[in-house]
């Protein structure tokens, strides 16, 4: 479907980004290389908003067809909080066992409980505890998808809601991880809950619109990657402005996939678009696995020295291992 092609698109721009950020480390800084690669990580910075957007879209879809809201939370406790309980003990053993962490931190309660609450077992596990908290969301917003709002009033409540949210956070909050909550995803779930609400108009709405999304992409692409290319080299930047810039480029992205999504499979056939959304069908197992494979490519096996010919072969050696192997697994 239109949807596992998009995760599949997703799960690959997932594992892209980390592999880019592998790579980065053993780039000389300063060099051509290096700066292509912060290019490349930072273009590939939209995965966690993304799924968020693809959740709402989905679950609202679903929520509207059957409100059963039994059967909802059961669902999301096999799907969502099982697999994010099991897997932050299995990376509490990894890091572990490959010597990146004191064997205590197994046994110590303080520990698990900051690992637990800001999904910090392994620096990807957050967006499992995000999607727990839209799950919690979204039969609260029910109300508002049944009125069938439009997408666009959808976009500019979100960018209300976003904003609002970020002040909060400053002046009363003060979460220490604001980017592990659903409060930082306020945005994608809004936008995806109009779409969901309005799934079967949404081709339609996205062709017509389309000179505009990608204008608009253009330029908010154009502002953010000096801004996040400068965060990640360490520069100051002003937190609301690199947070706006990362909201806007993240889900014109999204809404420009899933769109580019439904065109793709209008066109019918093809392998690659069956291969895509092949790996949209085990995008969780990737998105699970292919962190600690990384780990293993890069502290056991070792980048070997050489030009960036040599680091480029390497990094997309990483990234078909990553991806391929998890797929076989799932």
Not at 45 to 63: E, G, I, K, W, Y
Not at 131 to 140: G, H, I, M, R
Not at 296 to 318: I, S
Request: hydrophobic residues 55%; proline residues 6%.
């Amino acid at each position: 479907t239109a949807v596992d092609t998009f995760r599949g698109l997703t799960i690959m721009e997932v594992v892209a980004h980390h592999t880019s950020g592998v790579a980065l480390r053993h780039a000389e800084a300063g060099s051509l290389a290096h700066e292509l690669l912060l290019i490349l990580n930072r273009t590939l910075h939209f995965a966690v908003p993304a799924f968020v957007f693809l959740s709402a879209v989905v679950l609202t879809r679903s929520l509207l067809k059957k409100f059963d809201l039994r059967r909802y939370f059961i669902r999301r406790v096999t799907r969502g909080a099982w697999p994010y309980l099991l897997w932050s003990g299995l990376y509490g053993v990894w890091y572990v066992a490959t010597g990146q962490r004191p064997p205590e931190v197994l046994t110590d309660p303080e520990r698990w409980s900051f690992y637990l609450l800001n999904g910090k077992a392994s620096f990807h596990l957050y967006f499992l505890l995000v999607a727990l908290e839209v799950y919690l969301l979204l039969p609260l917003l029910l109300p508002l998808a049944r009125r069938r709002p439009a997408i666009g009033l959808m976009l500019a409540l979100g960018l209300a809601a976003q904003l609002g949210a970020y002040f909060l956070n400053r002046e009363v909050l003060a979460l220490r991880f604001p980017a592990s909550t659903v409060l930082w995803y306020l945005l994608p779930v809004l936008v995806g809950l109009g779409v969901g609400a309005r799934l079967q108009e949404f081709p339609a709405w996205w062709r017509g619109r389309l000179p505009w999304l990608l204008g608009a992409l253009a330029v908010a692409y154009a502002l953010y990657l000096p801004v996040s290319t400068g965060n990640l080299r360490g520069e100051a930047v002003v937190p609301l402005h690199y947070n706006a810039l990362n909201w806007t480029y993240s889900i014109l992205v999204a809404l420009t996939l899933l769109g580019a999504a439904y065109a793709w499979q209008e066109r019918a056939g093809g392998w690659l678009r069956r291969a895509i959304a092949t790996l949209g069908t085990v995008s969780l197992p990737i998105y699970l696995i292919h962190p600690a494979l990384l780990q293993v490519l890069e502290y056991q096996v070792g980048f070997p020295d050489g030009g960036p010919g040599v680091l480029a072969l390497t990094a997309l050696g990483c990234f078909l291992v990553a991806l391929l192997v998890p797929l076989l697994i799932g």
